[in-house]
């Protein structure tokens, strides 16, 4: 992304905060936060691992890795929902950015 690590470390808390995703973990000082998404009908919450690094000093990459516990019975139902919610948290940031 082309922006400081300064800017994009406080549009991902605003983006999960708008997005209503609990933090669980966060620190700081390496620029990672461990994420909660809500729970829906027949689906499990995933969690999200999101790093912020900077590149330079005016771009930033960010990795996002999710994980969503499935059972037999509700894995038809997931499929796919987990990259749905990557996708949803990356469009929302680069909203974010972009404002």
């Known amino acids: 992304m082309d922006y400081t690590l300064s800017r ?14 609990n933090i669980e973990q966060t620190d700081e000082s390496a620029h990672h ?5 809500k729970s829906g009908f027949m689906s499990w919450s995933s969690l999200l691992l999101i790093d912020a690094v900077s590149v330079n000093e005016k771009t930033t990459r ?5 994980e969503t516990p ?6 038809t139902v997931d499929f796919g929902r987990t ?6 948290f990356l ?3 680069s909203r974010e950015l972009t404002s």
């Open 8 to 21: 994009v470390w406080a549009a991902i808390r605003k983006v999960l905060t708008i997005l209503e995703w």
């Open 33 to 37: 936060v461990k994420a909660k998404t």
């Open 62 to 66: 960010v990795s996002v890795a999710a």
């Open 70 to 75: 499935v059972t037999t019975i509700t894995a």
């Open 83 to 88: 990259r749905q919610r990557i996708n949803q």
């Open 91 to 93: 469009t929302e940031l």
